[in-house]
């Protein structure tokens, strides 16, 4: 069954350091999401992506915040100067239609 | 702010009997709900999605929806220990215009145990 997938599992970096969490949805969807969740609290929409733009974003995906479809399969959320508060699960979802979401794995990223 | 409020639990009901799980949403014009399982550390799971008012079933699970009272639930029938995680409502809330880009608002989630 195809699902989504996300590299790497878990993130360390410095307060202050550029990071790049990589998605890759499953291959016949066309609707992108980035979703986070910070420990204890509840999943928080970041940003969706359709046809190669932002379709809506929320107020905390900030201008430290992008996203990109570099190529035909990669998905990718860059974080330019992460903060201690950025310490969260990072997870990307993926749909047909604007409907069923389908989550990867998730990404841990810890800020020191 | 467009709100989904979930019980946070825990809820805990021994095993084979249903456990009966809740959501209220605040904006009238959502069009899409849905039910995930979330384990430990874990990515949320897709359980159910409902669309129309009234129930549907899949397996162990059913899905109640009452748009009027802006009201979902989610039954377990059968509860098995396997079950014990935290079960989060999710709303595609729309928009005025009537698009939507599939933006999910989660409830923060209940947490569920099922004791043998």
């Known amino acids: 069954e195809p699902e989504v997938t996300q590299t790497p599992s878990h993130q360390v970096t410095q307060m202050g350091q550029e990071v790049i969490l990589r998605c890759v949805p499953i291959s016949n969807h066309l609707y992108f999401y980035w979703y986070r969740q910070i420990l204890g609290q509840k999943v928080e929409f970041l940003v969706s992506?359709?046809?190669?733009?932002?379709?809506?974003k929320s107020e905390i995906f900030d201008d430290q915040f992008s996203v990109e479809r570099p190529d035909g399969s990669n998905f990718t959320l860059k974080i330019r100067s992460t903060k201690l508060e950025d310490s969260a699960m990072y997870f990307c979802?993926?749909?047909?239609?604007?409907?069923?979401?389908?989550f990867g794995p998730g990404t841990r990223l810890t800020v020191l | 702010q467009k709100e989904v409020e979930q019980n946070s639990g825990p809820l805990s009901v021994p095993e084979g009997a249903i456990a009966s799980l809740n959501c209220t949403y605040s904006d009238r014009v959502s069009q899409s709900f849905f039910w995930y399982r979330q384990y430990s550390g874990k990515s949320p799971e897709l359980i159910m999605s409902?669309?129309?008012?009234g129930d549907k079933e899949d397996g162990r699970f059913t899905a109640q929806l009452n748009k009027a009272s802006q009201y979902v639930s989610l039954l377990i029938r059968d509860s098995q220990p396997s079950d014990s995680a935290t079960y989060l409502c999710a709303v595609n809330p729309g928009s005025a215009g009537g698009t939507s880009y599939g933006k999910l608002t989660f409830g923060q989630g209940t947490i569920l145990t099922v004791h043998p």
């Open positions: 992506f359709y046809n190669n733009e932002i379709s809506e």
């Open positions: 979802a993926s749909s047909v239609g604007t409907d069923t979401q389908y």
């Open positions: 409902i669309y129309s008012n």
